[in-house]
């Protein structure tokens, strides 16, 4: 079996493209083929997506939800607090920005985050505080001012 090194390689099985460095390529069939550790690849994926410098498009959105084993109601309820419908249009935009909210995004990207934790990094101060805030936050909640006494 003939083997070799591509130096760039643009691989597009998660369902966008990605760039790899240092592939090595397997013939057969007369045809040559990448040889790629697809679970590896993903999870550099998804924490390269919580970080990257543009929004994020369809196809990214599609990979990060079936990526944490979600459906498009779990997703939608449990990570962005929005209606399946939403989360499925934002998908449909496939290789096009997804045009959500700045906002909706950012929390997109904190729940990746939040999921690459290690459970040491969890149980620190700094994670009970966030989590106490999602917590006490319920997209359902009837909104209250906040009350401050002796203001004057």
Same mark, same amino acid.
């Given at each position: 079996?003939?083997?070799?090194? @591509?130096?760039?390689? #643009?691989?597009? &099985? %998660?369902?966008?493209?990605? @760039? %790899?460095?240092? +592939?090595?390529?397997?013939?057969?069939?007369?045809?040559?083929?990448?040889?790629?550790?697809?679970?590896?690849?993903?999870? @550099? +994926?998804?924490?390269?997506?919580?970080?990257?410098? $543009?929004?994020?498009?369809? $196809?990214?959105?599609?990979?990060?939800?079936?990526?944490?084993?979600?459906?498009?109601?779990?997703? &939608? *309820?449990? +990570?962005?607090?929005?209606?399946?419908?939403?989360?499925? !249009?934002?998908?449909? !935009?496939? *290789?096009?920005?997804?045009?959500?909210?700045?906002?909706?995004?950012?929390?997109?990207?904190? /729940?990746?985050? @939040?999921?690459? %934790? $290690?459970?040491?990094?969890?149980?620190?101060?700094?994670? $009970?505080?966030?989590?106490?805030?999602?917590? /006490? /936050?319920?997209?359902?909640?009837?909104?209250?001012? %906040?009350? +401050?006494?002796? #203001?004057?």
């Amino acid at each position: 079996m003939k083997t070799k090194i @591509e130096k760039n390689y #643009c691989y597009t &099985g %998660l369902g966008f493209p990605v @760039e %790899l460095e240092q +592939v090595e390529m397997v013939k057969l069939g007369g045809e040559w083929h990448p040889k790629v550790d697809v679970r590896k690849v993903a999870s @550099e +994926v998804i924490n390269l997506l919580a970080t990257k410098d $543009s929004v994020l498009t369809g $196809s990214e959105v599609r990979f990060i939800r079936t990526h944490l084993d979600m459906s498009l109601r779990e997703f &939608g *309820d449990k +990570v962005v607090h929005e209606s399946h419908a939403a989360v499925r !249009k934002w998908e449909e !935009k496939g *290789d096009k920005p997804t045009a959500m909210n700045p906002n909706t995004e950012f929390v997109i990207r904190n /729940f990746i985050i @939040e999921q690459a %934790l $290690s459970k040491a990094e969890k149980k620190s101060r700094y994670y $009970s505080r966030v989590s106490k805030a999602k917590e /006490f /936050f319920k997209p359902t909640m009837a909104r209250k001012p %906040l009350h +401050v006494s002796n #203001c004057a």
